[in-house]
């Protein structure tokens, strides 16, 4: 819905509060007419039930509201006599309702000194419970957010398990845009897997959508920056399930989307283009962080008699086989026609007069023997500084950086579907230069420009796009600019080879960015052992900053011994004074 409409729901709301209460104000001693004036009427409810004017804040916070408005209820009721469970369950399963019918029918006696200490152990649990679960919402909504790393696309800068924290202020945060959904859980409920709030991902006209509220985000005090690490929604995200292949579209809230890590390499406003895996902004080649770690893709040639062991024992972690076949069978289309039939996909690497190189995520040993095939080389995701210590080692032949040719399927603003782009020669080395769009900014549209920016127009930005032969229309009227309403951002993730990424998915518009990596309070390696699978090192350092990386754990427990000593102190300096 849009402001307006929100504006016309609120006052709605107003008046079906006014007329379900405004009896119980006259009985507390206040005027009728107080119950139906917006906002103030909440801060005389406050004073009514005995509660912190300041609960009045509480309530027009989106998913915070919807613990409180049960609360506020329940309040009332017991300001007015209604102690009851079941006058509890009544207020809480019709929604409040339930007032209407003690407003209007019943003669009940406003208690204003009643007692707001629950008088069982259950009802202080719960009382407690709901408190801790507002707070915990609060901060995890404007303040700070759990992240965990999930994927090795920032590999070796930010490694798989560990547990961030994510701060909100630093590029303002952003209000909840779903208004109905669980508190503190993201897009599934934990343990029942199924979706924490109401939207009909099915049909984009349903009224459950219609409960969605602007994009809004209060002032940071700082600006997304070339290089910055940045958590934010996936936008082309239209998966029930990450990891799974989808049997349909599914539709999903901006706040709602997976939540990704990249680092932004391209702002908005910049000119962006890839040269040989290298990021150049401006014409410039971006320089990265002392603390950032890219991983490129490179050929490893080891001698005879090493083998993949090898490669482990040098933490290598993500590496794959480049077989080998000889240039007569790979040239036979009777053998690619098997490969095709056996569903393995097959990448060329390259070749030489003797023999083919390949890539195939599934070859079985029946077909490796079948076809006659070698293991070439490895191809290694690895740092700089890897492939250097790789080069001096005995026992390797040769370490080269690859570079990828030629037209690769999928890439930006291709979408995958077997078949490489005929419009760009582009890959996920070689790509560019394009342009980053710029709230305000305008551009000219036509054939060539608009596969750009043909979602930002439709989807990120909510126009009604068509095209009829050369003509483009934007709202039923033909366009040739268009200017656009938000920034957008470039997103890449460090480990270059293995990152679903811009590359791939385009633009990040400003609406969908979350926060910003600051803290790792823990990282857990999930291939070690004992003690080993804490990451001692990584455990309290700070994601950004200059240098590399300090651990804050032994200062933090030798705070945790000296606050633990003097609490013993001071308890035994007390008991002895009585």
């Not at 908005?268 to 080649?285: E, F, H, M, P, R």
């Not at 086989?321 to 393995?344: A, C, G, P, S």
């Not at 995958?416 to 710029?438: A, L």
């Not at 350092?541 to 633990?564: E, H, I, M, N, R």
């Amino acid at each position: 819905m849009s402001l307006f409409h929100w504006f016309i729901f609120f006052l709605l709301v107003q008046i079906i509060h006014g007329l379900g209460t405004w009896k119980l104000y006259e009985k507390a001693g206040r005027k009728s007419w107080e119950a139906f004036i917006p906002v103030y009427n909440s801060i005389v409810l406050m004073k009514i039930i005995n509660r912190p004017t300041w609960w009045t804040f509480l309530l027009f916070i989106p998913i915070i509201n919807l613990i409180m408005f049960p609360v506020v209820w329940v309040e009332t009721l017991r300001s007015f006599g209604k102690n009851s469970t079941a006058d509890t369950l009544l207020g809480i399963f019709t929604c409040g309702l339930y007032i209407y019918y003690i407003n209007y029918t019943q003669d009940v006696t406003y208690i204003a000194d009643r007692s707001l200490v629950a008088t069982t152990k259950t009802g202080d649990t719960i009382s407690s419970l709901l408190f801790a679960v507002v707070v915990a919402t609060l901060v995890h909504t404007y303040v700070m957010q759990p992240y965990t790393i999930p994927s090795s696309s920032l590999e070796k800068s930010l490694l798989i398990g560990d547990f961030l924290f994510v701060s909100k202020f630093h590029y303002g945060a952003r209000t909840p845009m779903t208004t109905v959904a669980a508190p503190m859980v993201h897009d599934t409920v934990p343990f029942i897997h199924t979706k924490s709030y109401l939207y009909d991902d099915n049909n984009p006209e349903s009224w459950k959508n219609k409960l969605q509220l602007p994009y809004f985000r209060f002032p940071g005090f700082e600006k997304i920056e070339n290089s910055d690490i940045v958590v934010f929604n996936w936008p082309r995200d239209t998966l029930f399930h990450m990891y799974k292949p989808a049997d349909r579209r599914y539709s999903k809230p901006v706040d709602k989307k997976t939540n990704y890590v990249k680092r932004c390499v391209g702002i908005a406003g910049d000119s962006l283009q890839i040269k040989n895996g290298d990021v150049y902004i401006n014409g410039k080649l971006l320089i990265l962080p002392e603390r950032a770690r890219p991983q490129f893709c490179y050929d490893v040639q080891l001698k005879d008699g090493a083998d993949e062991t090898f490669l482990q024992q040098n933490d290598v972690k993500e590496y794959t086989y480049v077989f080998k076949m000889e240039r007569k069978l790979w040239d036979n289309n009777i053998v690619r026609q098997f490969l095709h039939d056996e569903n393995i996909r097959v990448t060329e690497v390259s070749k030489d007069s003797t023999n083919a190189y390949f890539n195939a995520p599934a070859v079985t040993a029946d077909i490796y023997k079948k076809l006659n095939l070698g293991i070439g080389y490895y191809q290694a995701n690895l740092t700089a500084q890897k492939a250097d210590l790789l080069k001096s080692d005995p026992n390797v032949e040769s370490v080269k950086r690859f570079i990828k040719t030629g037209v690769e399927d999928g890439i930006y603003p291709d979408m995958q579907d077997g078949r490489p782009s005929t419009t760009n020669n582009w890959n996920s080395d070689n790509f560019g230069p394009i342009y980053i769009p710029k709230a305000g900014a305008t551009v000219k549209l036509d054939a060539k420009s608009l596969p750009f920016y043909k979602i930002i127009i439709s989807e990120y930005e909510k126009n009604k796009l068509k095209v009829s032969g050369n003509d483009i229309y934007i709202n039923d009227k033909i366009a040739t600019t268009y200017t656009f309403k938000q920034n957008y951002f470039w997103m890449m993730g460090d480990n270059r080879n293995n990152s679903l990424d811009a590359r791939y998915f385009g633009y990040t518009p400003e609406d969908h960015i979350v926060g910003k990596p600051v803290f790792i309070w823990m990282s857990w390696d999930s291939n070690g052992k004992g003690l080993n699978k804490i990451r001692w090192e990584r455990l309290f350092t700070t994601v950004g900053g200059d240098g590399q990386p300090q651990s804050y754990f032994k200062y933090f427990l030798g705070l945790l011994a000296l606050y633990f000593v003097g609490d013993y102190f001071w308890k035994k300096r007390k008991a002895s004074k009585v």
